[in-house]
């Protein structure tokens, strides 16, 4: 599957503000200055769809972009605000994190959620206790390793193990993963094959409800 289009809809404050829940969704968040803008951009193959910043935070709210797939689907593609060490206030952060939570456990057509990880570096306690809390939520996520570019096939691959060897002491299996790079346009194809597959088991589910 290919992205044919993808535009800008709407940037939501909160859950309840977010457009109908009509269509497949597949929403984005890592920590703060993991690559999410690059990566949302090169699986739309346009530079600018989603804002690539190089300070952290930029993203502030719940952004909607309406993408229609070779694959004749319609969905939306989220991007999330980043958890981690933005320079905001307190009480900022606490917002946005109450916003995701509420996003995450009451948004009825997420289909997937993917969490973002540095390849570069080795397994943070951040991303691991995030994705640990999923597992309590119950909610279908995949991992998309970024920016494999910056090192060497071996390193990135070290990296990626060291990260899913940390799974362990959780998860009985390994979540779906993705190994990527914006820069070598790494991983597009995996992703979206992966979205298809997940688009047509949303819509035997729909027609399964009427």
């Known amino acids: 599957m290919e992205i044919i289009q993808a535009s800008y809809l709407i940037s939501s404050p909160s859950v309840d503000k977010c457009p109908a829940p009509d269509r497949p969704e597949y929403a984005f968040i890592g920590r703060s200055n993991v690559g999410k803008s690059s990566l949302i951009n090169m699986l739309c193959q346009k530079k600018e769809v989603a804002k690539v910043s190089a300070s952290p935070g930029k993203t502030q709210m719940i952004n909607h972009f309406s993408v229609t797939g070779s694959d004749r689907y319609d969905w939306y593609l989220v991007d999330l605000p980043g958890y981690g060490f933005a320079k905001v206030a307190q009480s900022q952060r606490k917002s946005w994190?109450?916003?995701?939570?509420?996003?995450?456990?009451?948004?009825?057509?997420?289909?997937?959620?993917?969490?973002?990880?540095?390849?570069?570096?080795?397994?943070?306690?951040?991303?691991?206790?995030?994705?640990?809390?999923?597992?309590?939520?119950?909610?279908?996520?995949?991992?998309?390793?970024?920016?494999?570019?910056?090192?060497?096939?071996?390193?990135?691959?070290?990296?990626?193990?060291?990260?899913?060897?940390?799974?362990?002491?959780?998860?009985?299996?390994?979540?779906?993963?993705?190994?990527?790079?914006?820069?070598?346009?790494?991983?597009?194809?995996?992703?979206?094959?992966?979205?298809?597959?997940?688009?047509?088991?949303?819509?035997?589910?729909?027609?399964?409800?009427?």
């Open 97 to 210: 994190q109450k916003m995701i939570k509420d996003y995450i456990q009451k948004r009825e057509n997420l289909v997937n959620l993917f969490i973002l990880v540095d390849s570069r570096v080795e397994p943070q306690k951040l991303d691991l206790d995030f994705i640990n809390q999923l597992g309590e939520w119950q909610i279908p996520f995949a991992i998309a390793f970024t920016k494999a570019d910056k090192s060497t096939q071996k390193e990135t691959a070290r990296n990626v193990q060291k990260f899913l060897e940390a799974l362990k002491e959780n998860w009985e299996e390994a979540p779906p993963h993705f190994v990527t790079s914006a820069v070598k346009h790494l991983g597009a194809k995996q992703i979206l094959r992966f979205i298809a597959e997940q688009n047509k088991v949303f819509e035997q589910h729909k027609k399964g409800r009427t």
